[in-house]
């Protein structure tokens, strides 16, 4: 048994510094050992800021909707397009 131990050949430094470092939580680009909380006041800030930015598209999105669908709010009028319903559309 010891001599099947003996040889056995050890893992690849390489290999296992990959997996200490792949195990191992990185910082984020907000991360500063100087300034205790830097990091969490800073994600959370980028977390507000990303929402008013997804906030103002969806406003925009909006916007640009309502502009464009006031035509197909209301019923098409017969007396403006006769044969609109009677289903012989060609698009």
């Known amino acids: 048994m ?10 690849n430094l ?3 510094k990959k997996i200490i470092t792949d195990a191992t ?10 300034r205790d909380g830097q ?7 980028e977390k507000v800021l990303n929402s008013l930015k997804n906030y103002h598209v969806c406003i925009n999105i ?11 709010l209301k019923p098409v009028n017969k ?4 044969t609109y319903y009677d ?5």
């Open 62 to 72: 909006r916007l640009i909707v309502q502009e464009h669908s006031q035509p197909f």
């Open 25 to 34: 939580p990185s910082k984020s680009k907000w991360a500063n050992d100087e």
């Open 79 to 82: 007396r403006d397009a006769p």
């Open 2 to 11: 010891l001599a099947m131990i003996k040889k056995q050949t050890p893992p």
């Open 87 to 91: 289903g012989n559309h060609t698009c």
């Open 14 to 16: 390489k290999y296992i």
């Open 39 to 45: 990091e969490q006041l800073y994600e959370a800030l």
